[in-house]
Each structure stands twice: as C-alpha cells, then as structure tokens.
C-alpha cells in the first residue's frame, strides 16, 4: 500500500493573489499558530546569523539541558527535533515495523496516520462521538491491549478537549506498546505529562514550542521520554534538522517561561471572546482547552470556509465524507482579526 501524502495548505501568497488583496490582508485562522509578533525575537537571530557558517552542535545539548530544566527531567530524557511533527515521523520509525498496529482516536491530528502508514503499519481507529467527541477510554484501553503504539493527542486537536488523566494513565497500564502523549497544546490546559515518562517505561511525550510559546516558523520541540527510548529516536534523526538559528531561538522561548504564560493567559481572553461571538452567531461552539475553537456551523460549513477564504480569512475545514464534515475550526487571532472573521462570517450567513 503507498503511503498518504500529506495535504498542503494553499500559501498565504496564493491565497492572497486569489482574492485579489495584500499578503498583509489575509488572516490565517487554520494554522493553530500565535497571534503575537515576536520581536523579541529578532535579536537573538542576528546574533546567531553571525555563525551560520557553522552547522549547529549535532547533540544540541543546550536545547536538551533548557528543556530537561524547564520539565524537571534529565538532559537524557530529552530528544529535540524541528518541530513536533518531525519527533511523530521519527516515533513511527523507530518503534513501529511493518504490519505493526497503532492505534488513535478520531477524529485527531491527520500526522498519526500518515507516520504509521508510511512505514507500513496499521492505523487502527478508535472513533470518538458527537457531539462532544468524549475520549473513548473504554474503547481506547481495548485497541490498546493489542497496539504496539497508541497515539494521544492531549489537550485534542481538532477537539480542543482534555483527555483525564486517568483515561491516559489506564491506557499506559494496559499496553505492552508505547503510548505518544502529544501534548503540542499543554500549556494552554495547564497540563504537564512530564511526571508520566519518570514512572514508566513506554511513554512518550512530545512538546512543541510552536503554540504556547510562539515560534512555529522556527521548528523547534522536543520528545520527553526513557533514555533508551531517546537513544532509539537519537539513532535514527537527521543530524541537523534544527538549524543553527532555530536553537538560540529556542533557547531564548525556553528561558523565558514568564513570556509564554502571559502568552498563554491572552490567548484564553481572545479565545473565549472568540467562542462568545460564534456563539452569538447561532453557532455550537465545543469546549476548548487550547487555542483554538471547533465550531459546528452546518451542512454549509464548506461553502462558508471557501467564501470566508475569497475575503483573505483562512479557517480549517474537514473532509466531506467524515464527522466533522459540518464544522469549522478557528485559532485565537489578534482581537481585531477576530472581529473581521465574526463581521464576515455574519454576512455570509444564511
Ligand atoms: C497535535 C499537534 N501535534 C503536533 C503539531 C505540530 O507541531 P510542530 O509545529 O512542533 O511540528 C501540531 C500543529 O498543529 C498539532 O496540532
């Protein structure tokens, strides 16, 4: 079976030439990025560009001590790779062989599948249900008895949901597999799976500091995990994937814990005035504990998402033969892009 390929998004710049307006003017909702600037950052990246004649220390040993330090881990349970997504493509890899099962509920982060696919494992779903799309835990801790990977994506993407705790921890004591805690969203659900990866030997929890701490264009996360499940990652990363740059950007959002919470704590402002005003427009909101809220808006739910992306306003549909087919997700923006996509949205209206 070929592997799926991932499904690119059209750029800002062909978005922006579609509808006949600047770069500037188109919104990206659809992203689960930060709405901030960072000009904090632009220091540091001069600073780095002085040396980027040099490849970037192939352990990263700073990144893995920042991050053990932040995490109250070791450095050795530390792996740091450009991004989240690149540490998911790397668990496939390395602990998944062909014909293995992985298991995940859904509907979830589209990455999960196309990693265990393209090693030629099986992507077991397990699918939570409307409306609130609950995690199945019973159903979960069932697939998991037999999965050699169960995947958990917690807080939810596209959900926005927590997952309990105790849901996570029965599913970690029912498997003989690895357990994927992606946790690219913990921040904003005050969660730390940290403590998890000390007790037990086949957890991994993946962080990114594209959300929280707002620096997705630099590509930067790290896997918190046993040092022999380190070591495995370890053994088969590419040597260099977090440039140069990228690490002292890093380094510098890592040292900055105070920034990212203040982030943190605007974020849930603009996110529950954003629920507020798709609610207002008649809209079922679900619950979110990130920086993002699912909407169901309706059979229409396409035809909005196409028409809200011919003004410069990109929001994140979902596949048309699947459950969230009459539903829309929408990231936290800043206040004033907010209230162009509620003014927008209100005219399109039925
Ligand atoms: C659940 C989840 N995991 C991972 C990622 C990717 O994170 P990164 O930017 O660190 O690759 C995302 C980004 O949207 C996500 O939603």
Redesign the pocket.
Known sequence: MKAPKYKWQPTTAEIAAAAGISPEDVERFD??TSPFATEWATAVAETALHRVNEYPGANYRSLREAAAELSGLEPEQIVP????????LLGARAFLNRGDTAVATTP??P?YEIATLQVGAVFQPVPASPPSFDFPADDVIRAARDADLVWI?AP??PIGNAVADEAVDAVIAATDGLVVI?A??AEFADTDWSSRVGRNHNVIV?R????AFGI?GA???YAMAHPDLVAAIDGIRPPGSISSVSVELGLAALAQPDRMTGTVRSVVELRDELAAGLAALGFRTLPSLTNFVLCEVGGHAHRLSEQLMGEGLVVRKFPADGPLADYLRFTVRSRKAQTRLLTTLERYLP
């Not at 790779?81 to 690149?86: I, L, S, V, W, Y």
């Not at 990114?208 to 959300?211: G, H, Q, R, Y």
């Open positions: 992203h689960n790779g450009a991004g989240a997504d690149e540490l998911i979830t982060y990455l994506c939810s993407n992606d690219a969203y993946l990114t500091l594209s959300k997705a590509r930067v996360g």
